[in-house]
């Protein structure tokens, strides 16, 4: 008996379109739904009925969404989910919510809590306590952000009735939130609720400030801030009780932003918080004190000297000094001097005051520099030669005027014998700005201490004042929302630290980033967390930490967004390959012929996409119509444009391929294997064999080639074995373009490379020169420079002249991850030192150089000046300086980006992201929310990615929803080439922006 063979995708097409029209034809529609699915010969041909409903009345389109959740499929269900959105306005789409929410499936209550926010009848309101209640974290987390959204919507139709639940606490919706399991749930509603601006929030948040997570009591705080109100404020003030240091101290600095850093009424709370048991709460006081004048704190200060508390007795004490005593330089150095070992605590106090004023000045002016310095080298003078008890002092105040990396003394007391001195010197490491510093005692340094404190400033991102003599703890650091990307290898080498805490806070800094930015070397990381969360020798605890962060690393990445797209890309694609292959070149005609097969609609998508004019949109109607011949002009746009397109669509799933594979996110194994069979083969184009034709075509079965050849790279990562025939074909092919792909894709993986590498030089040779094969050689450049072949940086060279900013970017990207190998650097400085770094090329081999943490001191460096010099080239030359930290030209940058016309801001935007100039976030941020054209968009937000700013990543789930087309295949290759950018910096990153530069 005859195997049945199984429908084609034409087949089921039609088989769903016909499914659909006996549901819409039914006067049962719910029951013929039933029917249609139960009839349907497998799970695939339902689930095309279902998505073919999309486009029939909401009645059918509800009964069949009705019946795939009933059905008992998972795969059916979820895609039933997709659906409750569009009929969030029908008379079933309440109940279909409904039903969504009670499926056994966590993907499709996900599914619904999305959709939820579509509606607009207050019954659907109940239903956010469902969600938020759900056992799935994923679905709790995603019902959150669904209330976020709507009261953050001013004119949302569920927005009232939200409000009106919360004003009501014995009410199902405020009950669930404010005692709810999930601590991130109870954070994340009461960080929503911070948008309300209206008391009806104030009962939840009122029972939210008595919460027993610190953090949720931290954010309702900041909640009752952003309310306003004064019945908000008085429960905020309540607060000062708190028994946490860090609400408490949100407190009073909300209060301070309401009331003004110097009115009467902050002042009252200032007076109640130097009563405070806590220590910490004390210290804050007694610093915010310093706004005000004598006649106002003199009191409170004097009773303050007495403090138990030494930090708040020894701050007091400079502030009486600082109000009440015009301060002097000429008498402290020597008195310091004089004064014997141990009996220096009063000068050196009394030194640092000083210096802070006379800091102050100099930020302030640019002056005062030179009597700053005599103060420091006095304490660095006590610190070399003095007690421990005098050390410890001049460490004090030597950690407010200069940072720690500036100052050999205070580098040397890291190593000094006495413990209390190595103590306070790491504790001095708060205020680094220097994140190299942190980095080598954290991985260097024989003191636990130390390398614990090393990491704790690491995470919070070490950013720094511009002026010395204020290196306050309050402005120590950029940002604690944004974690820097290059640190991460450092957390990922803590986890084999010897010292326990030193691993848990590794692992709560793997957890922050996994939760804030869901980009991460997966593969990687599991690996070495597992290892430890494994390990019998280390504590429970140990496990437990391990475990979470495993925990968060697992929840989702960034990946799931990378691949979801992929499929109606390349389904987009097959739709614009049946039309380049409906038209046709007819030698008798002389002419471009259109089958009839191509669909009527075609000319008016031409007329969109390619901008045909009136005329030409009027031919090709005909054309498409008669099957007729197509005016040749005509006929090349449109070509043309489908070529770029389908470029563009085979560009993004190699980026895609390549995205994935570093990322190493287990379960993509069957996207990647349908991704393989969609690009393996294609329709043939009967174009003119000569010409721009000729070229498109060849040009099209190179991408479609070098896309199989990502796919297969990155199922054999995965799966070691499964696509090295694949690889190995390809790299057989007659077109030398496709085989220099696969073979530097070959000399990617384990194995003997000697023979590869040895033919990826011979075709290089061969190429080098030629425009349309500059990006094969680029990537087989790559891969000798690793290798040290003597040519590759020559034939580097070469592939940096071709066209295209994203591909020399892209490649400039991939020698500064070589260049970091001592070796490979000095392959490259000498290279250039026969040259002068003048043109494009040479200055892009120049910033890989420096990019790499290198000096480009002693290299030619051309002025510029030709007549011929590329656009490009004074971006490339203020990167540099850039990466050598120059403020004015990043900022240069920068201001391009913000104001210049389109190619200006492309050319600032891909040279930013290159220089990593940290300080171009608020840029990119600002740029990525303007109106501006969406690709410009998509690369700020792509770079907001490479900069560990969680805004990156939002925004690409968000503009997915809509884009569609040649929008989405380009924006998701931005996306795609930020995971490729940023997955080496996190595995090992040496570069120039781990020191000062921010």
């Not at 691949?563 to 739709?575: H, K, P, T």
């Not at 011979?762 to 040290?788: M, S, T, W």
């Amino acid at each position: 008996m005859a195997r049945r063979r199984g429908l084609s995708q034409q087949e089921r097409a039609a088989y769903a379109r016909q499914a659909v029209d006996r549901v819409a034809r039914a006067d049962d529609a719910e029951a013929e739904a039933r029917r249609v699915l139960d009839e349907a010969p497998d799970d695939g041909v339902r689930q095309a009925i279902v998505e073919t409903s999309a486009g029939a009345p909401d009645n059918v389109t509800g009964a069949l969404v009705n019946a795939a959740l009933e059905s008992g499929s998972v795969l059916l269900a979820e895609a039933a989910a997709d659906f409750v959105v569009d009929l969030a306005r029908s008379p079933g789409g309440l109940e279909l919510l409904r039903r969504s929410f009670a499926s056994d499936d966590a993907s499709v209550r996900r599914r619904a809590a999305e959709a939820l926010e579509s509606f607009a009848d207050p019954a659907a309101v109940l239903l956010l306590a469902k969600g938020l209640t759900d056992e799935s974290p994923a679905v709790r987390r995603t019902t959150t952000g669904t209330l976020g959204f709507i009261v953050g919507t001013g004119l949302h139709p569920l927005r009232g009735t939200i409000l009106e639940a919360l004003s009501q606490p014995q009410s199902e919706l405020a009950r669930v939130i404010v005692t709810n399991a999930d601590d991130q749930v109870r954070r994340q509603a009461v960080q929503a609720l911070s948008f309300v601006k209206s008391d009806l929030a104030l009962p939840a948040v009122e029972k939210l400030c008595e919460d027993e997570d610190e953090e949720v009591r931290q954010e309702a705080v900041l909640c009752l801030a952003a309310i306003g109100s004064d019945r908000a404020v008085e429960l905020m003030a309540k607060r000062l009780s708190d028994p946490s240091y860090r609400v408490v101290s949100s407190v009073l600095n909300m209060l301070a932003a309401i009331f003004g850093g110097q009115s009467p009424r902050l002042l009252e709370y200032l007076r109640e918080a130097m009563s405070c048991p806590l220590p910490e709460v004390r210290q804050q006081a007694v610093l915010m004190l310093d706004r005000f004048n004598v006649d106002q704190v003199g009191s409170v200060l004097e009773q303050a000297v007495t403090d138990s508390d030494f930090e708040v007795a020894r701050r007091a004490s400079e502030m009486l000094r600082k109000l009440r005593v015009e301060g002097g330089l000429g008498w402290i150095a020597e008195e310091i001097s004089q004064q014997t070992a141990g009996d220096k605590a009063l000068s050196l106090w009394e030194a640092g005051n000083i210096g802070l004023q006379v800091g102050g000045r100099a930020g302030a002016v640019g002056a005062g520099l030179t009597e700053l310095d005599e103060v420091v080298a006095a304490l660095e003078t006590s610190l070399r030669e003095g007690s421990s008890s005098d050390k410890v002092h001049a460490l004090n105040e030597l950690a407010g005027l200069v940072d720690i990396a500036d100052s050999d003394a205070m580098r040397d007391a890291l190593e000094d014998k006495d413990a209390s001195v190595r103590s306070r010197a790491a504790d001095a490491l708060s205020y680094t700005r220097d994140a190299a510093l942190l980095a080598r005692v954290l991985q260097t340094h024989p003191d636990a201490m130390s390398r614990r404190r090393a990491i704790e400033v690491m995470t919070g991102n070490p950013g720094g004042p511009g002026w010395r003599g204020a290196m306050g703890r309050e402005i120590a650091f950029t940002s604690t929302r944004t974690i820097g990307m290059e640190l991460f290898s450092y957390f990922l080498a803590a986890l084999d630290d010897s010292d326990t805490e030193v691993r848990q806070h590794a692992c709560a800094a793997i957890r922050d980033c996994a939760q804030a930015v869901r980009l991460l070397p997966v593969r990687q990381t599991v690996r070495r967390l597992e290892r430890l969360a494994s390990d019998e020798e280390v504590s429970v605890l140990m496990q437990e930490e391990a475990e979470y962060a495993l925990e968060a690393v697992r929840e989702g990445t960034i990946a799931e967004v990378v691949a979801g797209q992929v499929d109606d890309v390349l389904a987009w694609r097959g739709e614009l390959a049946r039309e380049a292959h409906a038209i046709r070149w007819d030698d008798a005609a002389n002419a471009y012929m259109v089958d009839r097969a191509v669909g009527g609609d075609a000319a008016g998508r031409w007329a969109a996409a390619y901008k045909l004019s009136e005329q030409q949109l009027e031919a090709a109607g005909r054309a498409v119509s008669d099957a007729g011949a197509l005016e040749q002009e005509t006929a090349r746009r449109i070509l043309g444009g489908l070529v770029r397109d389908i470029s563009a669509a085979l560009d993004c799933v190699a980026h895609a391929a390549r995205a994935v594979r570093l990322i190493g996110e287990e379960g993509h194994d069957a996207a990647l294997q349908q991704w393989a069979a969609a690009v393996q083969t294609g329709p043939e184009f009967a174009w003119e064999a000569g010409g721009d034709a000729g070229g498109w075509r060849r040009l099209l079965l190179r991408l479609r080639k070098r896309a199989a050849v990502e796919v297969h790279l990155a199922q054999e990562c995965f799966a070691p074995g499964s696509s090295s025939g694949a690889l190995a074909e390809a790299a057989g092919d007659e077109d030398d373009w496709v085989k220099l792909t696969a073979l530097a894709a070959l000399s990617e993986l384990d194995g003997d490379r000697a023979a590869v590498l040895a033919q990826l030089q011979a075709l290089c040779g061969e190429h080098v020169g030629e425009q349309d094969y500059c990006e094969p050689i680029g990537r087989a450049a790559v891969g000798l420079f690793k290798a040290g072949v003597g040519d590759s940086v020559r034939l580097a060279e070469a592939a940096l002249s071709g066209p295209g900013i994203e591909s020399r970017v892209e490649l400039t990207q991939q020698l500064l991850f070589v260049a970091q190998e001592g070796d490979r650097a000095d392959m490259l400085r000498a290279y250039l030192a026969d040259r002068t770094v003048d043109d494009l090329p040479t200055l892009c081999l120049a910033l890989a150089l420096r990019g790499a943490g290198n000096t480009v001191e002693g290299l030619k460096m051309g002025t510029g000046a030709g007549e011929d010099v590329h656009r490009e080239v004074p971006y490339a030359r203020l990167a540099l300086r850039a990466m050598d930290n120059d403020s004015d030209a990043a900022q240069a940058l920068e201001k391009m980006l913000r104001e210049g016309d389109a190619t200006e801001r492309y050319y600032s935007a891909y040279y930013l992201i290159l220089a990593r100039v940290r300080s171009a976030v608020l840029v990119f941020s600002s740029v990525r929310d303007r109106d501006v054209p969406y690709m410009l968009r998509g690369l700020c937000a792509a770079s907001l990615i490479r900069q560990g700013h969680p805004g990156g990543a939002g925004w690409f789930r968000v503009i997915f929803r809509s884009a569609e087309g040649g929008v989405k295949a380009r924006i998701h290759t931005h996306l795609s080439r930020a995971v490729e950018d940023t997955i080496p910096v996190m595995l090992e990153c040496k570069d120039v922006n781990l020191g000062r530069f921010v």
